[in-house]
């Protein structure tokens, strides 16, 4: 019997962290024998894209513009026709959208597309209201994947569903060999012997709090001069990357790197020494356990979604509302001279909920009666 045709749908073709679950996916389908495509909204910087020309796995840019969905105009439902036609011509059984506007569109027309069914992959917590697309998403029905507990309790009070049909399945870690190595990347970042490296590897959206970071930075810096802060990301609106970079001039600070999304992640992280993320929303997030794999120490905001990676009473959680909090973790952690107990805390934590063989196998299970 024939293996099902799949489609994955992101907004773009970057290296987030829904995307970057979203590949592991499709290449793990494929692997299994799916015939598996991912189409995204827009190219971005396609850094996705060259993933996923390596893998081998068909990709394609969505004829819709996302800026129907806030649009007041009639026709807009014109060009939903046009999508649901687009969507036809792939032959799916399966649709696998992640993140809100693959979401909600998705959702609203799937039941038109001849799809066996449509899965709501929830990653954030979306802050805007409920628009007429999404109210037509819930009336369609689709089946409903949370890659948390708190995305699940968050999805299921904003569309008025049980809980219970909001199926878990964890993101799964995908280890990844580096492609510089060591010594390249600190000639990279023009990093001396004597310093070390602090990061946040996260795209620059408002919830991930650049600016709360680097005036934290700041305070940590005026005491410890050997440090460099790495903000790795892709910005899909160049405002938010203009504003950190605007902070960090306006306060003199001369030891922060900005990089452009990068695909070696794996390399950077290899000659890091602390890995921060200030998030004020996700759903799992994918960077901490990237630093809990590579061996770094984490720093993260102190939110649901992150206590539930790192366990309730992890030490280095931070309150976003008290900069002088996230100096002083980071006065902490480098003073700190064994981080062997919190390493084999990382490992049972990984290797216990977190890989990616058991992110594939529950995805099977969706799609493939063999698996049942």
């Given at each position: 019997m024939s293996k099902s045709n799949i489609l994955i749908i992101l907004p773009f073709f970057t290296l987030g962290g829904a995307e970057t679950q979203a590949f592991n996916l499709a290449k793990g389908l494929k692997i299994k024998g799916f015939n598996v495509t991912v189409i995204a909204f827009e190219e971005k910087n396609k850094k996705l894209i060259l993933k996923l020309e390596e893998a081998g796995i068909s990709w394609d840019v969505a004829k819709l513009d996302l800026s129907i969905v806030h649009s007041k105009s009639k026709f807009k439902f014109i060009e939903l026709i046009k999508f649901i036609f687009y969507i036809r011509s792939f032959r799916h059984d399966y649709l696998f959208p992640f993140t809100y506007y693959p979401n909600i569109i998705c959702s609203s027309i799937w039941r038109f597309t001849g799809a066996k069914n449509c899965y709501w992959n929830q990653r954030g917590m979306e802050t805007i209201g409920i628009n007429f697309i999404e109210k037509l998403a819930i009336w369609q029905k689709p089946k409903y994947i949370s890659n948390s507990i708190s995305g699940a309790n968050f999805i299921s009070n904003r569309h008025k569903i049980d809980q219970n049909k909001v199926q878990i399945i964890s993101n799964g870690l995908n280890a990844k060999t580096p492609y510089l190595s060591q010594e390249d990347w600190r000639k990279k970042l023009n990093i001396q012997p004597d310093e070390k490296i602090v990061t946040q590897v996260a795209n620059f959206y408002p919830e991930k709090n650049h600016l709360y970071l680097i005036q934290a930075w700041k305070l940590f810096?005026?005491?410890?001069?050997?440090?460099?802060?790495?903000?790795?990301?892709?910005?899909?609106?160049?405002?938010?990357?203009?504003?950190?970079?605007?902070?960090?001039?306006?306060?003199?600070?001369?030891?922060?790197?900005?990089?452009?999304?990068?695909?070696?992640?794996?390399?950077?992280?290899?000659?890091?020494?602390?890995?921060?993320?200030?998030?004020?929303?996700?759903?799992?997030?994918?960077?901490?356990?990237?630093?809990?794999?590579?061996?770094?120490?984490?720093?993260?905001?102190?939110?649901?979604?992150?206590k539930e990676v790192l366990g309730t009473n992890y030490p280095y959680l931070v309150d976003l509302n008290n900069t002088k909090d996230l100096k002083d973790k980071l006065d902490e952690m480098v003073n700190q001279t064994n981080f062997d107990d919190l390493f084999q805390s990382y490992d049972s934590i990984l290797h216990t909920k977190y890989t990616n063989e058991k992110m594939i196998k529950a995805y099977l299970k969706l799609v493939s009666n063999e698996y049942n």
């Open positions: 810096t005026q005491k410890y001069f050997n440090y460099k802060l790495v903000l790795v990301g892709y910005a899909p609106n160049e405002i938010h990357l203009n504003k950190a970079k605007a902070l960090v001039y306006d306060l003199g600070l001369n030891n922060v790197i900005f990089l452009n999304s990068e695909n070696d992640i794996s390399g950077l992280l290899s000659v890091a020494n602390i890995g921060i993320l200030v998030s004020s929303s996700e759903g799992c997030p994918n960077t901490i356990l990237e630093y809990m794999h590579a061996k770094v120490p984490v720093i993260a905001s102190d939110i649901s979604p992150v």
